[in-house]
């Protein structure tokens, strides 16, 4: 089945530094590529998504990035701020099927 | 309702009894899905239902663990004699049902197993 691997598990930044979450994805039949957010005690939400047919998505100050040959796609959050401090989830999927990756806790100090 | 909503918000039960949780997906979702979160983990996927296709339990951890969903209503996941490593909050999802859908979560169930 499909297996989702994801690095690093913490991270910690400066306010205003970038952050780079990673993702491997098994399944080549992967076709859709979601990014949610889980702040501390509330449900994930969705951030952003990239679908198979497009190699890069910006909004605003995050950024997907995926590599189809490589099986793998990224997490790239720009200027970061507190309020970005959550766990951030990957996950890949095909038909409706989403496998989530093990999460990432970004800690954005001030 | 405007989300998902799920009950109990919290369970405390002891080992060896059975427990049954409720999932109500929103209005109009035919996509549900059931994961697993132990403390500090990642989202572990359980099962998933769609329409009235049968559902997809291929993330089931043994056979104490069942679910099932009426038509595009409400999902209950049941755990037979459970055991303390079931403690975790179980998350209901839903979508629309098609294949790049926004998932909506609800709040989760907190599962203590004493």
Not at chain 1, 3 to 21: K, M, R, Y
Not at chain 2, 5 to 21: A, F, I, M, R, Y
Not at chain 2, 86 to 100: E, I, K, P
């Amino acid at each position: 089945g499909e297996n989702v691997e994801q690095h690093p598990s913490t991270l910690s930044v400066q306010e205003g530094d970038s952050a780079v979450i990673k993702c491997t994805y098994s399944d080549s039949a992967s076709n859709y590529f979601p990014w949610y957010k889980q702040e501390l005690g509330k449900r994930p939400q969705l951030i952003i998504d990239i679908r198979s047919n497009v190699g890069e998505k910006k909004d605003q100050r995050i950024a997907v990035t995926l590599n189809k040959t490589a099986k793998h796609f990224s997490l790239h959050i720009t200027e970061t701020q507190p309020e970005d401090s959550a766990v951030y989830f990957c996950a890949a999927g095909n038909t409706d099927k989403l496998i989530f990756g093990t999460g990432t806790r970004l800690q954005v100090f001030p | 309702g405007a989300g998902v909503s799920q009950s109990p918000s919290n369970k405390v039960t002891e080992k060896g009894k059975d427990v049954e949780l409720r999932c109500d997906p929103i209005s109009g979702h035919t996509a549900l899905y059931w994961y697993r979160q132990r403390l500090g983990q990642g989202l572990e996927f359980l099962i998933y239902f769609q329409g009235n296709s049968a559902p997809d339990k291929s993330g089931l951890p043994s056979d104490r663990f069942s679910a099932e969903r009426t038509g595009e209503s409400v999902s209950t996941l049941t755990i037979q004699r459970t055991q303390q490593e079931d403690s975790a909050v179980y998350l209901c999802a839903s979508s629309r049902g098609s294949r790049y859908e926004k998932l909506f979560f609800g709040s989760g169930t907190q599962l203590s197993v004493l």
